[in-house]
């Protein structure tokens, strides 16, 4: 896991318009996948964009809205009633990873993010043994 300080940096790196590019090019990949698809009903994907967005501002360092809206983020409890398997965990980890590809952010800030992302994707497995190191 990255250190708290490069973490709540981030924000000041890339700004809300930066993580407005890596949600929405992650979200343009999850309607066609098949094993993510399935998990985003489509009459919700914009509002799990909304969602994500708004929980990595929060969680890099810029403005607490997602506390105000949502209250605590409760990952675990948030994400129990989906099939978390590691499959499921490794094709999230590359959708991301290909958005990231594509939101073209400062390097600094992309290698913090994908190394959080990595991370919280592990621990959000609910289904089926964990592994101790993923990449």
Do not use: C
């Not at 896991?1 to 090019?25: C, H, K, Q, W």
């Not at 698809?37 to 994500?52: I, K, S, T």
């Not at 501002?57 to 099939?83: C, N, W």
């Not at 499921?88 to 073209?104: F, G, P, Y």
């Amino acid at each position: 896991m990255p250190d708290e300080n490069a973490i709540s940096s981030v924000y000041n790196l890339i700004g809300e318009t930066g993580f407005e590019r890596l949600v929405a090019a992650f979200y343009r990949r999850v309607p066609g996948d098949d094993i993510l698809g399935p998990m985003y009903p489509a009459h919700d994907l914009a509002g799990a964009e909304h969602r994500l967005k708004g929980f990595l501002i929060f969680r890099f360092g810029g403005p607490d809205r997602y506390l105000q809206e949502r209250g605590h983020p409760q990952l675990r409890m948030r994400h129990a009633p989906f099939a978390i398997d590691e499959a499921a965990r490794h094709r999230w980890v590359k959708l991301m990873d290909e958005a990231l590809v594509e939101a073209e952010l400062p390097e600094a800030a992309t290698t913090v993010i994908r190394d959080f992302l990595h991370d919280v994707a592990t621990f959000l497995i609910n289904r089926g043994p964990k592994p101790n190191m993923i990449n």
